[in-house]
């Protein structure tokens, strides 16, 4: 069964770089038309849908926050690797990693991983 | 950026009785070369992160209750519970995958027991 899990620190301080790993199992992201995003979601407030890496290395980000992202795969090791430059503590949430099966919707996520930005 | 827009923002609603959410966006998400709404609905609880619960606008996922359907088409869509169970206390969020660009959500709508 597909699983995925992220990974990373717990606490980053403002204008650090982040850096989530999600690792997964059960896909491989050399199959044609998958693809692993990243979701986030501040405490109490709704999700965020921040980039999706595609099985041909395609990229997606959001827009707004398109210009502190970066998001690399690394297919032998089952693993998706976010980051996110100059953090604030408005950055704080739960950050998801999901799988997304071709063109259909995000069907299977991870359990989430919060980070908290603060000094 | 496709603007996904829910209505209403919270809902009590009695046991038993229908739950209504809506979920309009601000372009079509319908594909006219496959005839299919790219549009997804999820159920979030608390400490949980969300399950899907519809798809294409109107397929059930497997193991989701009967009682759960969507409807509608371009830019309008609705989620139904037929009879509301004390489990299905949640926040809903809709999801548009229409855009190359990437995905959108909708703010989300809290339902409760009233």
């Known amino acids: 069964q597909i699983t995925l899990k992220e990974s990373g620190p717990t606490l980053v301080k403002p204008t650090q770089t982040l850096t989530l790993t999600c690792t997964f199992s059960?896909?491989?992201?050399?199959?044609?038309?998958?693809?692993v995003g990243w979701i986030r979601q501040p405490p109490g407030k709704a999700l965020e849908w921040l980039a999706l890496i595609y099985w041909d290395d395609d990229k997606r980000y959001s827009p707004s926050l398109k210009s502190r992202l970066t998001i690399t795969k690394d297919t032998s090791k089952n693993q998706v690797v976010l980051t996110m430059t100059n953090m604030d503590p408005v950055d704080t949430a739960t950050y998801y990693c999901a799988h997304r099966p071709g063109s259909g919707p995000v069907d299977y996520w991870g359990q989430g991983t919060l980070v908290t930005v603060s000094s | 950026d496709i603007v996904m827009t829910q209505s209403p923002d919270s809902l009590a609603v009695s046991l038993g009785e229908r739950a209504t959410i809506n979920c309009k966006s601000s372009?079509?998400?319908?594909?006219?070369?496959?005839?299919?709404?790219?549009l997804a609905w999820y159920q979030q609880k608390p400490g949980q992160p969300p399950k899907l619960l519809i798809y294409?606008?109107?397929t059930r996922e497997s193991g989701v209750p009967d009682r759960f359907s969507g409807s509608g088409s371009g830019t309008d869509f609705t989620l139904t519970i037929s009879s509301l169970q004390a489990e299905d206390v949640a926040v809903y969020y809709c999801?548009?995958?229409?855009?190359?660009?990437?995905?959108?959500f909708g703010q989300g709508t809290r339902l409760e027991i009233k």
């Open positions: 999801q548009q995958y229409y855009s190359t660009l990437g995905i959108t």
């Open positions: 294409w606008a109107s």
């Open positions: 372009q079509s998400v319908l594909y006219s070369s496959n005839n299919k709404n790219y």
């Open positions: 059960g896909f491989s992201l050399s199959t044609s038309g998958v693809g």
